[in-house]
Nanobody
Framework: QVQLVESGGGLVQPGGSLRLSCAAS????????MGWYRQAPGKQRELVAL???????TYADSVKGRFTISRDNAKNTLYLQMNSLKPEDTAVYYC??????WGQGTQVTVSS
């Protein structure tokens, strides 16, 4: 069982930036797919970004050009750099490993 702990969420104004981190209890060298998902109130959880072990990344259309996913295998940590944040980015953001293991989530609120 891989344990994932997210951090870095908070309240930010529209146009601002945040960087989320996800610390894994297992070595990321042994994990292929890592991803960030989000769930807004009253909505289904959706994929935000995915990154493979070789660094190939995919993004939801709604965040392309604004968000960047990265991983540091030596530190067992996944990141999500979020720039030009919009109110519609407000959600609980979850870290995921291999489409199976989930973190507890971190709240991101974009509001003036």
């Amino acid at each position: 069982q891989v344990q994932l702990v997210e951090s870095g969420g908070g309240l930010v104004q529209p146009g601002g930036s945040l960087r989320l981190s996800c610390a894994a209890s297992a070595s990321l060298f042994s994990i292929n797919n890592m991803g960030w998902y989000r769930q807004a109130p009253g909505k289904q959880r959706e994929l935000v970004a995915l990154i493979t072990s070789v660094g190939s990344a995919t993004y939801a259309d709604s965040v392309k050009g604004r968000f960047t996913i990265s991983r540091d295998n030596a530190k067992n940590t996944l990141y999500l750099q979020m720039n030009s944040l919009k109110p519609e980015d407000t959600a609980v953001y979850y870290c995921n490993a291999e489409f199976h293991h989930w973190g507890q989530g971190t709240q991101v609120t974009v509001s003036s």
